[in-house]
């Protein structure tokens, strides 16, 4: 399994990754979600061993990554940004590859090309963001690795290719049971292949937990106020967001219960219907009540400071 634990790093005395720690099993799909500058890639390079951690440590069935040549070429990594020998053809990164990697397969390259439609004649340098991106998810595929680490995999990918992508990532988990970290500003697709989820904020940890868990964190609701909704239903705290098409309602709340729902009764609902709530929508939602927590306490501190 692959281990990070208590792993700090900094660059210029700014800390990028305080104190994260997290395990994949083999077999597990685990995402990495966060706003931008939250930590994913810094954590994501020192787990391939681009990076030495300041502190913590990372392994691989029981050995680090760092300087350990023998651990990395049974990693496949996939960076938010591809580059290669840019006068080389895919052929040419194929044959380097086999030479570098004596557990790399022809045979699933040539079958995911199949899939993915790259001129394998065709120099590199001519490449768009997309064709590379596929190029290198093929090729750290083919090495057929125990561990495969994807930073922003679908990044220039059109909606065909982003779902041939994750059909192709699923079959490879299914049939070698490897472990997979995948970082993503897709939570679309995130949500559809991921067991478990870590979601990290300004360089640390905020939530860890399966994906049915982080999911029945908060509830989404559909509410019918015929006669419009009150004042008193936007105050209500559980309330984290709220919109409306005429007299349907979309709240989206916290501590739901039945207690609750007879609440929202009172204040004339004819219907409350929980609906699925998607990863996208519970990740902005937590971002949003951040903000406003935020907000409060600068409030208060301020008020503080005048009252002095």
């Known amino acids: 399994m692959l281990e990070i634990k208590n792993v700090c790093k900094s660059y210029n005395k700014t800390m990028a990754v305080q104190d994260v720690s997290l395990t994949v099993m083999p077999g597990e799909i685990h995402g990495l979600i966060g706003e931008n500058s939250a930590g994913k890639t810094t954590l994501i390079k020192c787990t391939v061993g681009i990076f030495r951690a300041d502190k913590g440590e990372i392994l691989y069935d029981g050995k680090p990554v760092y300087d350990n040549p023998e651990v990395k070429e049974k990693i496949g990594y996939v960076a938010d940004y591809n580059e290669y020998i840019k006068y080389y053809t895919v052929s040419q990164m194929v044959y380097m590859y086999e030479k570098f990697y004596p557990a790399f397969n022809k045979e699933k390259f040539n079958d995911f090309n199949q899939v993915f439609q790259l001129p394998v004649n065709k120099r590199i340098m001519s490449f768009s963001k997309g064709q590379k991106m596929r190029l290198a998810f093929m090729l750290e595929v083919s090495k057929e690795p125990d561990y495969l680490i994807l930073d922003e995999p679908t990044s220039g990918l059109d909606p065909v290719a982003k779902a041939k992508f994750f059909e192709l990532l699923i079959n490879e988990v299914e049939q070698r049971e490897i472990g997979v970290l995948i970082s993503s500003h897709n939570l679309d697709g995130l949500e559809k292949i991921c067991d478990s989820v870590t979601m990290m904020h300004g360089s640390r940890v905020e939530r860890q937990m399966s994906m049915e868990d982080m999911k029945s964190e908060l509830c989404k609701l559909n509410v019918v106020f015929e006669g419009g909704a009150g004042k008193k239903v936007y105050d209500l705290p559980q ?18 219960d039945e207690d609750f729902a007879k609440q929202l009764k009172e204040h004339g609902a004819s219907l409350v219907e929980p609906v699925d709530i998607s990863l996208e ?20 501190d301020v008020s503080a400071i005048k009252e002095r």
């Open 239 to 256: 309330v984290l967001r709220i919109s409306n098409v005429g007299s349907i309602y979309t709240m989206i709340v916290k501590d739901y």
């Open 281 to 300: 929508e519970l990740f902005v939602v937590l971002e949003e009540s951040k903000g406003r927590s935020k907000m409060d306490s600068d409030k208060k």
